[in-house]
């Protein structure tokens, strides 16, 4: 079992920056990607960005620009420095680790983006 840690988040006001990271806890397992995912109120759960292995990334085009994905492989942790934020960008933040066979997720933590 996987347990992933995320912490960062709280309430800014719109222009300003925040950094959520997430650790996992466990060593052995073999990590393909991870990866941040956005859920506003009412919404699904969407994918904000994305970090494989290799140093492949993947942004939704509505955070181009303003987030950076970054991870760091000694301490199990992929970071998301966010910029410029909007009161859009509001919402519960997850972090998922993926495997090859199964994707592990956080608890979430909340991000309040105010106008």
């Known amino acids: 079992q996987v347990r992933l840690v995320e912490s960062g988040g709280g309430l800014v006001q719109a222009g300003g920056s925040l950094k959520l990271s997430c650790a996992a806890s466990r060593s052995s397992v073999s990590i393909i990607s991870m990866a941040w995912y956005r859920q506003a109120p009412g919404n699904e759960r969407d994918l904000v960005a994305e970090?494989?292995?290799?140093?492949?990334?993947n942004y939704a085009d509505s955070v181009k620009g303003r987030f950076t994905i970054s991870r760091d492989n000694a301490k199990r942790t992929v970071y998301l420095q966010m910029s410029t934020l909007k009161p859009e960008d509001t919402g519960v933040y997850y972090c998922?680790?993926?495997?090859?066979?199964?994707?592990?997720w956080g608890q979430g933590t909340q991000v309040t983006v105010s106008s």
């Open positions: 998922k680790l993926g495997t090859r066979t199964y994707d592990y």
């Open positions: 970090i494989t292995t290799g140093g492949s990334v």
